[in-house]
């Protein structure tokens, strides 16, 4: 059986070198909108989940915009503290980056009295995945307590082809995804 950890250390690793190789013009022109086949599965007034990426992480800014010029409500992760559950706040307009402020992780939430929201479709980070949908998150089980407690319409990652694992470990607690979205390639949905 692989260690997670050990397996989280060196999925970041590969994608922080993957990350350094893509020169700063063509990764502006990643993940500028999702596919087709997974915008036809989301429905019209879905408040949608997403997060601000941290460093190497897959950009999901692109994502937050162009769903928020289509009349989508857009909801990011939001901690009171770092022992705090994850909650989703709104964000309340994606192009104006001030209007978020520092979470306790080192990235950027909404502010404390942005509206709560519980998105119907959530694009999740990950450190790692299967082909099958399993996710390897950061480890502190944040995503997979929220996907337990308030099952989406649709669960979907963002990642780099680099973070594609054969053998991926999974409890019972680890949530599936219902897709997985990389620069190449859709897939799922599961």
């Known amino acids: 059986m692989i260690d997670k950890q050990v397996l989280r250390t060196e999925l970041r690793n590969r ?7 893509i020169p700063a013009m063509q990764l502006g022109l990643l ?7 997974i915008v036809r599965l989301i429905p019209e007034s879905a408040v949608i989940g997403l997060y601000h990426e941290m460093p190497a992480e897959a950009p999901a800014g692109h994502y937050a915009r162009w769903f ?24 309340t307009n ?3 980056d001030d209007l978020l402020e520092a979470d306790p992780f080192k990235s950027r ?3 404390a009295d942005s509206p709560a929201l519980t998105p119907d479709v959530v ?6 995945f299967s082909d099958r949908g399993g996710r390897l998150g950061l480890g502190a089980g944040h995503y997979d307590r929220w996907l337990a407690a ?10 780099w082809d ?16 219902d897709a997985i979205i990389t620069p190449t390639r859709l897939y799922g949905p599961f």
């Not at 994608?15 to 190789?21: E, F, L």
């Not at 694009?123 to 790692?128: N, T």
């Not at 308030?150 to 990642?159: E, K, R």
């Open 94 to 96: 994606p192009f104006v």
């Open 31 to 37: 993940f500028r909108r999702p596919p087709e086949a």
């Open 150 to 159: 308030h099952p989406p319409h649709l669960a979907i990652g963002l990642a």
């Open 15 to 21: 994608r922080r070198a993957h990350v350094a190789a």
């Open 162 to 177: 680099c973070q594609l694992v054969d053998d991926l470990p999974t409890e019972p607690h680890d949530r599936a995804l």
């Open 68 to 91: 928020f010029e289509r009349g989508h409500k857009i909801a990011l992760p939001w901690f009171a503290h770092r022992t705090a559950p994850m909650a989703f706040r709104e964000w």
């Open 109 to 111: 939430q909404p502010a």
């Open 123 to 128: 694009f999740c980070p990950l450190v790692g």
